[in-house]
């Protein structure tokens, strides 16, 4: 089975760029999860969608970040404009069921993009 | 509001040794917690989880936890500690709002474990 897969696996950008970062959960999840950890402040939770509606986007750092999820196999989280600060790895990961998480007692987590803004 | 504390940043351990991996939790209801691990440049995996069944859970690769609610702990054990289980641990507090739930990350033990 495939899992969650996210891409790029690696970026490096300079500072103002545009960045996206691309996930698709795995097939009949129906939430889904979009996690930044650096070694400063650990894993942070940016935003979730239940069912393709944005639930929680309390995490999300300021205007500079946006997530969608246009369908149920595919989301997207960008920078624009990018800084040095962002440079993290970015934790894409879904669950399924009713009640998300409680239910099923699991997030599955793709490898991360690891962006890196000079 | 719910959090969870990791006791040590980094633990080492003799190949064949012990592993005790401390955990507190603090949560307004009833609290399910998991453990995940994390091998370098991978993604967390889900290694046990405690949902309000048996206090002692069991979970992949020989490791178990034990729910304690008087000492609001989860600590993660394992008898015998093998190289492959050198990773980082979060332990983990999920709680409902509303309709939702949201999960709650301790910082992370690094566990290194030397022949």
């Not at chain 1, 970026?11 to 996690?35: A, D």
């Not at chain 1, 969608?68 to 970015?90: C, G, H, W």
């Amino acid at each position: 089975d495939a899992g969650v897969i996210q891409s790029p696996r690696h970026e490096v950008t300079e500072m103002g760029q545009e960045v996206t970062l691309r996930c698709k959960p795995i097939s009949g999840h129906n939430s889904l999860f979009w996690y930044r950890q650096t070694m400063m402040r650990g894993l942070e939770l940016l935003i979730y969608f239940n069912n393709n509606v944005p639930i929680d986007d309390s995490g999300m750092p300021e205007d500079r970040f946006s997530a969608k999820m246009p369908n149920a196999s595919f989301s997207t989280l960008k920078i624009q404009p990018s800084e040095p600060r962002d440079s993290a790895v970015y934790f894409c990961a879904s669950t399924g069921g009713t009640g998300g998480i409680l239910n099923t007692g699991e997030l599955f987590f793709g490898e991360g993009s690891r962006l890196t803004v000079l | 509001a719910q959090s969870v504390t990791q006791l040590d940043s980094h633990v080492s351990v003799s190949e064949g040794t012990p592993v005790l991996l401390r955990c507190n939790y603090s949560s307004s209801y009833s609290p399910s917690l998991f453990w995940y691990v994390q091998h370098p440049n991978k993604g967390l995996q889900l290694l046990l989880k405690y949902t309000s069944a048996a206090t002692l859970v069991k979970g992949i690769n020989g490791f178990e936890a034990e729910f304690k609610k008087s000492e609001t702990s989860f600590h993660l054990t394992k008898p015998s500690a093998h190289m492959s289980d050198a990773a980082e641990y979060f332990c983990v507090v999920s709680e409902r709002t509303g309709t939702a739930s949201k999960l709650t990350f301790g910082t992370g033990t690094r566990l290194q474990v030397t022949l």
